[in-house]
């Protein structure tokens, strides 16, 4: 897709270009450098490309140019190609820009965009962070573009990070705590701070929390630059972590109620003294499989029986209760259980409202929700109540005593 719309980038039209007009410097709240870290798994190299609009004129005659590094991932890399498709969807993207909005404003002498980019890797995310300088009217202007991409290559958002489905509401709040005393920011409010904000191309992950950026002349003077704001993630979680339960415990709790709900949603099974039916059970730990940490081999993963059974105990403190292969296919031959490798097509989450603790006894309600935490159109499907104990030998710290399903 690049080659067809990009030539190759010469030195001396990157140095005009650079020189064509002066960025304004940023003084409060300004954007940072990245922090980059290294991800020896993850190979991409950084690509040079010059686009000129019309795309047969050159530097002398273009209407606009756009001087672009982006990354490249190695197809040798298994999510490669999701990562390639992600960066030329943004390319598209920021093409329909310059042809719908910034050709029909520009009064610069030539009128540019300029791509800078740099690639972080932060636990199981990758952030791809575009910083575009934009010149083509009388003031030129910054702003940041990221791609939060998971372990898969898929673009996820703030709601997927931080594995709850209201993060666009407590990332506004925790703004507004850190700017209502401050004169500099004129008549803030949530609305104001909801309309400035993009928790999918705004932001990007960070060891301890995000990045929020914000452009220029939304919520501050525009004289101060792109605002870029810290947040952490112990200041995100909902109200009942730190004193109920920790931040650990939140993310794998979340994790835990996931595969369990996803067992149990399609027949709608409760599930009483931690005693899941065959095909809930079946279904729960054709999920669980992926965390054993082993390849699978012509599609399947293959595991002791010993290790998939003191797993499944671990969880339940019951017995596994046997196969439902009408659940998933799985197989038990000569000790070892068989489990096919591929993901389930839906997905459902548990959205926590309350959550007490007396001693090492844990009682949590809220709502069951279809969809991934960042998915668009999420929908409720009912309340559960979930009964668990702490446990250091359980895969997610807590033992699930039982679950219930209701309207």
């Known amino acids: 897709m690049r080659s067809s719309f990009y030539k190759p980038m010469l030195i001396l039209l990157a140095l005009l270009l650079l020189t064509a007009c002066t960025p304004t410097n940023g003084k409060h709240g300004a954007t940072p450098s990245p922090y980059v870290t290294e991800a020896p798994e993850v190979e991409y190299t950084m690509q040079h490309y010059v686009r000129y609009w019309p795309e047969d004129a050159d530097y002398n005659t273009c209407d606009y140019a756009c001087v672009s590094d982006v990354p490249e991932f190695s197809k040798a890399y298994t999510y490669g ?3 390639n498709a992600a960066v030329d969807a943004y390319l598209d993207e920021l093409a329909a820009r310059i042809e719908n909005e910034y050709i029909a404003h520009s009064v610069a002498e030539p009128p540019y965009t300029e791509v800078g980019c740099i690639v972080e890797h932060c636990g199981k995310y990758t952030n791809i962070i575009f910083s575009e300088h934009h010149c083509y009217e009388a003031q030129p202007y910054n702003e940041t573009h990221v791609l939060m991409l ?8 703030l709601c997927d990070v931080l594995l709850d489905y209201h993060a666009e509401d407590r990332v506004i709040t925790r703004i507004l705590e850190m700017i209502s005393a401050d004169a500099h920011y004129p008549a803030a409010d949530a609305e104001k701070v ?5 928790i999918r191309h705004g932001a990007r992950v960070t060891e301890n929390g995000c990045t929020v950026f914000v452009h220029e002349g939304l919520l501050a003077p525009y004289d101060d630059g792109e605002l870029a704001f810290e947040l952490l993630y112990k200041d995100l979680c909902p109200a009942f972590v730190g004193s109920a339960i920790d931040e650990t415990e939140f993310r794998s709790l979340t994790e835990f109620f996931g595969l369990v709900l996803n067992a149990v949603i399609v027949r709608g099974e409760d599930i009483p003294d931690g005693k899941l039916s065959p095909y809930a059970a079946t279904a729960f730990m054709a999920q669980a499989a992926g965390r054993f940490g082993l390849v699978p081999k012509a ?3 293959r595991i002791p029986a010993a290790d998939f059974e003191d797993y499944y105990r671990k969880c339940f403190m019951n017995g596994f209760p046997g196969i439902d292969t009408d659940a998933r296919e799985i197989k038990l031959e000569e000790g070892v259980y068989s489990v096919p490798a591929a993901k389930l097509e839906y997905s459902y989450h548990a959205d ?6 007396c001693g090492d006894s844990v009682t949590v309600k809220g709502d069951v929700v279809f969809g991934e935490f960042g998915y668009a159109y ?5 309340h559960f109540t979930a009964e668990l104990e702490r446990s250091e030998g359980s895969p997610f710290g807590f033992i699930l005593h039982s679950l219930d399903l209701g309207l």
């Open 150 to 157: 998971d372990e898969t290559g898929r673009e996820v958002d």
């Open 81 to 83: 190609y999701a990562m």
């Open 194 to 198: 909801r309309a400035s904000i993009d």
């Open 352 to 357: 926590m409202a309350e959550v007490t603790a």
């Open 299 to 301: 599609g399947r993963i």
């Open 378 to 382: 999420s929908d409720f499907v009912c």
